[in-house]
């Protein structure tokens, strides 16, 4: 039964953050309604003007808080928070597409609360998903590329037993465990460094598995990991 575990030397750099994750199990995230996903993200773009009050672009608190938290590990040159792209892209009047069910979701969530959203294919996984610092030795193939670009030693990464799933924390994502129309079973998670926006955290994570069981089917568990809980159970994959 794989295991999602987050490191000791992860909870050393940022001691008051709090993972929240969705398994779905059994889900169905074949493209049936294009414009259900079109219009979810449209409206999500819309709301998610409210992070940018400030005219620095680096200067609004849901991008400031995670350039700082970037500073504290070793990271690739110009590697930003998922939430920090999504948002640039708002900003400059560049809508998000659609790609497939699970990742419109996220991606509107993430729009919807100012917060950095992923998704895995958990039948891709290698034996347990550990949130932790690089060997720096990890196979990692990014998103849409086909060669080789394994993190630096002490980057902060998920990783399984073969090697790394997102670089950079929540950076970029691996080609080997991207969910697909064909995911049946599937992780999703939630990032909080910020502790004054825990309610939001939370209402984010509801939001996302609620949309996820109404649209796509399947059973959903919620589970939030913090420093006093650092390790759950998935499920059993056989």
């Known amino acids: 039964m794989p295991r999602f575990i987050i490191e000791d030397d992860f909870w050393a750099l940022f001691p008051h953050a709090k993972i929240g994750i969705v398994i779905c199990q059994g889900i169905d995230n074949s493209i049936r309604d294009v414009k259900f996903y079109e219009k979810l993200l449209q409206e999500a773009e819309?709301?998610?003007?409210?992070?940018?009050?400030?005219?620095?672009?680096?200067?609004?608190?849901?991008?400031?808080?995670?350039?700082?938290a970037f500073k504290k590990f070793k990271t690739k040159k110009g590697a930003r928070c998922s939430i920090e792209a999504l948002l640039k892209r708002v900003k400059n009047g560049n809508h998000i597409g659609t790609i497939n069910p699970l990742v419109d979701i996220y991606n509107s969530i993430s729009l919807r609360y100012g917060l950095p959203c992923g998704g895995e294919d958990i039948d891709t996984f290698v034996g347990d998903i550990r949130l932790t610092q690089a060997n720096g030795n990890e196979p990692f193939i990014p998103l849409g590329k086909d060669e080789n670009a394994s993190p630096y030693k002490g980057e902060i990464v998920y990783k399984d037993d073969y090697g790394a799933?997102?670089?950079?924390?929540?950076?970029?994502?691996?080609?080997?465990?991207?969910?697909?129309?064909?995911?049946?079973?599937?992780?999703l998670c939630i990032e909080l460094i910020d502790e004054t926006r825990s309610v939001e955290f939370h209402l984010a994570l509801k939001e996302l598995s609620d949309l996820v069981s109404e649209n796509l089917g399947g059973s959903v568990k919620i589970e939030v990991l913090d420093i006093y809980n650092r390790e759950v159970t998935i499920f059993n994959t056989d």
């Open 46 to 68: 819309k709301e998610a003007h409210k992070f940018l009050r400030q005219e620095e672009f680096s200067s609004n608190p849901v991008i400031s808080v995670w350039r700082e």
């Open 165 to 187: 799933i997102c670089r950079c924390w929540n950076w970029r994502e691996a080609q080997r465990t991207m969910l697909t129309e064909n995911t049946k079973n599937a992780f």
